[in-house]
């Protein structure tokens, strides 16, 4: 049973630039979730699919952040027109929700490193 | 919406000392408890859970119990290890929308 994945692992790029992450979750897990963390912080959540259907998004994730999760397997986070401050790591994670205690399993990050 | 305060690190003790790391939470309703750990180098990984009052979770030795009185879910360790050197995050879970509220976590230093 592989864990959740993520691509890149790390990204560096110039503001003004696209960027697009990949999280492809544990198989079967119907639940998808992106968070983001800052150095010396806890991660904070952005949002959250339920296979494909986006059910909650955060006010941290303003116009310039999509996420999709197309087929209800592996999702992609979209920052458009990146700044400084959207330097971070982004975490994804998954879970079979309440059928299993709602257990968030994490991957290992992207992080983005804004010029 | 969930807030967590959690113990300020950093922390260090010696090896064999004993561990209990602060977690108080505000909530609405009653949501599920969680620690998450995050060693040097890698990603966060679930170490134990409470989804009720008075339930105690457990894992690797550390134990956490749901105190719905007091609103807390302290982290305790009777006898620590270099091993166990990482940083600490309590995490109450919002039912509703399934999300995790992070404190700021607590770096531990365990030294020999």
């Known amino acids: 049973d592989t864990g959740v994945s993520q691509n890149p692992r790390h990204k560096i790029t110039k503001r003004g630039q696209n960027v697009t992450f990949r999280c492809d979750p544990i198989s079967e897990h119907n639940r998808l979730y992106w968070y983001r963390q800052t150095l010396g912080q806890g991660p904070e959540f952005l949002t959250y699919?339920?296979?494909?259907?986006?059910?909650?998004k955060s006010r941290l994730l303003s116009d310039r952040f999509s996420a999709e999760r197309p087929k209800g397997s592996f999702s992609t986070l979209e920052i458009q027109r990146t700044e400084q401050g959207d330097s971070a790591m982004y975490l994804c994670?998954?879970?079979?929700?309440?059928?299993?205690?709602?257990?968030?399993?994490f991957g290992p990050g992207t992080r983005l490193t804004v010029l | 919406g969930n807030s967590v305060t959690q113990m300020e690190g950093p922390v260090t003790l010696s090896e064999e000392a004993f561990l209990t790391i602060n977690c108080t939470y505000t909530a609405t309703g009653y949501p599920s408890l969680f620690w998450y750990v995050q060693y040097p180098g890698e990603g966060l990984q679930l170490l134990l859970k409470a989804t009720k009052a008075d339930d105690k979770g457990s894992n690797k030795g550390f134990e956490a119990t749901y105190r719905k009185e007091t609103t807390s879910f302290h982290l305790e360790k009777g006898s620590v290890q270099v091993s166990d050197s990482a940083v600490y995050f309590c995490a109450p879970l919002d039912l509703g929308n399934e999300k995790l509220t992070f404190g700021t976590g607590t770096r531990l230093t365990i030294i020999p």
């Open positions: 699919f339920q296979n494909e259907a986006q059910l909650e």
């Open positions: 994670a998954s879970s079979l929700g309440p059928s299993r205690g709602n257990e968030q399993f």
